[in-house]
């Protein structure tokens, strides 16, 4: 018999009593409408201002795209919501559920209307407890019911507060809080490993324009042997897109055949994905003779999502759709899976990427902006080595079916299978 099972059948054999919301609550309070009180991000403002966006994974995440408000401001908020450790944030509208904990002082911040800060009677109910029942599908269930709204939905105060909830006694609580934040770190410890390998590849593929350094295999830092060529896109690869009167007088879309046309929704992570295509096979071809892809061709989407990558890996088999750009490399010096990863480094996105993106309205680039990145292209043996060094990273922790991810996604459902069951009572019945 498990520690729990142990307090429970002491504690508790007979269920649990339940109760609503309201009665295991001191207050259940919402932050103030900027638009009616404060104005937002003025000069004078060093206060953090608390939307969905910083709720993530249980905390209050930070950055540098968070509202800010001034001390007046503040004061306002303050007055309205109180704010204090062990308070819960549950939001309201929008995106209705998302949970955090406040487990240290918010000095200097508060939140937005639409926020809820729920303050749970500490002698009744654990704030962890309530905050992970807050996330079981039960409870999400009965929010459900209770929304309102058009295109923004909401749930009102006093109908969050009328939902119903096992109230078991608090060591049965903490014990199982205790099991679900071990399921917590073990998934967190996960994605932490995704990080090491996102921080390695970008290590591995920064470069300077040094004259010479050598590869040690001993200290892992990797260094060149011989000097690196900088290298516009244009003068080593041949760019291309498929032409909107090309699409529009000569590709015929279904869902059925053997030729595919990628799309952006095709090109994810490195890799292509083939889960939901469209199939070109009555099309015109003899007039979409350089939209046709070949084994080595890479893909880099230019419109909406800007910059996923992939290569191709078959001949006869694919061409382009709009969005996607191909880029054909014709110096033999150069590795295409080597050019995939550097685009896929951080150095690529925000040195280059970004800053050629940040100059159009919209988020899309043009070929003629693509041939101007520029490449760093060290010897052949050295690109090979590093592509060697991430296809190992890049199988633990991108391959869909053995990798990371897989893993990630198999206990983030482990964790929802136990997190329900554990938060699932036997309702005690009340005697007549």
């Known amino acids: 018999m498990s520690n729990l099972e142990e307090l429970i059948e002491r504690l508790c054999p007979d269920g649990v009593e339940y109760?609503?919301?309201?009665?295991?609550?001191?207050?259940?309070?919402?932050?103030?409408?900027p638009r009616k009180f404060f104005k937002l991000n003025t000069e004078d403002a060093n206060n953090y201002y608390v939307t969905i966006r910083e709720i993530r994974d249980n905390k209050i995440v930070f950055s540098d795209s968070t509202d800010k408000i001034n001390d007046d401001a503040?004061?306002?908020?303050?007055?309205?919501?109180?704010?204090?450790v062990g308070d819960i944030l549950f939001s309201g509208t929008g995106t209705i559920g998302m949970t955090a904990l406040i487990d240290e002082e918010p000095i200097n911040w508060n939140i937005k209307e639409g926020v809820y800060a729920i303050k749970p009677y500490s002698d009744i109910i654990?704030?962890?407890?309530?905050?992970?029942?807050?996330?079981s599908n039960e409870i999400k269930k009965?929010?459900?019911?209770?929304?309102?709204?058009?295109?923004?939905?909401?749930?009102?105060?006093?109908?969050?507060?009328?939902?119903?909830?096992?109230?078991?006694?608090?060591?049965?609580?903490?014990?199982?809080?205790?099991?679900?934040?071990?399921?917590?770190?073990?998934?967190?410890?996960?994605?932490?490993?995704?990080?090491?390998?996102?921080?390695?590849?970008?290590?591995?593929?920064?470069f300077k324009p040094i004259e010479s350094t050598i590869l040690n295999e001993r200290t892992n830092e990797l260094e060149l042997s011989g000097a690196i060529r900088w290298m516009k896109l244009g003068d080593i690869a041949d760019i291309t897109k498929l032409a909107g009167f090309e699409f529009?007088?000569?590709?015929?879309?279904?869902?059925?055949?053997?030729?595919?046309a990628l799309r952006g929704l095709n090109v994810k992570n490195g890799s292509l994905i083939l889960n939901d295509v469209k199939y070109i096979d009555h099309s015109?071809?003899?007039?979409?003779?350089?939209?046709?892809?070949?084994?080595?061709?890479?893909?880099?989407?230019?419109?909406?999502?800007?910059?996923?990558?992939?290569?191709?890996d078959k001949n006869d088999k694919y061409y382009l759709a709009p969005n996607v750009a191909r880029i054909r490399f014709n110096d033999c010096n150069v590795k295409a899976k080597f050019v995939l990863y550097y685009f896929q480094s951080n150095q690529f996105v925000n040195g280059q990427m970004n800053r050629l993106m940040a100059e159009s309205s919209m988020k899309n680039l043009t070929m003629e902006k693509i041939r101007k990145f520029i490449i760093p292209v060290p010897p052949l043996e050295v690109q090979q080595r590093i592509v060697d060094i991430l296809d190992r990273f890049d199988t633990l922790c991108n391959d869909i079916s053995s990798g990371l991810p897989a893993e990630i996604e198999a206990r983030q459902k482990q964790y929802e299978y136990y997190r329900d069951k554990l938060l699932t009572f036997k309702e005690l019945k009340k005697e007549a």
Do not use: H, W
């Open 19 to 33: 109760k609503e919301l309201k009665n295991i609550i001191k207050s259940l309070n919402t932050g103030l409408n």
């Open 74 to 84: 503040l004061k306002l908020c303050n007055n309205r919501s109180n704010l204090e």
């Open 126 to 135: 654990d704030s962890k407890f309530l905050m992970y029942m807050l996330q």
């Open 142 to 206: 009965e929010c459900l019911k209770r929304i309102f709204g058009g295109t923004v939905k909401s749930i009102s105060m006093k109908d969050l507060m009328s939902i119903k909830l096992p109230v078991p006694p608090l060591e049965v609580q903490r014990e199982i809080v205790r099991i679900l934040d071990n399921f917590t770190f073990l998934t967190t410890e996960l994605a932490a490993r995704q990080k090491q390998y996102e921080y390695y590849r970008d290590l591995l593929l920064t």
């Open 248 to 260: 529009t007088n000569y590709v015929q879309y279904s869902n059925n055949g053997s030729i595919i």
């Open 284 to 312: 015109d071809f003899s007039k979409l003779n350089r939209s046709k892809l070949f084994v080595d061709d890479m893909l880099f989407t230019y419109v909406g999502t800007v910059g996923q990558v992939a290569l191709v």
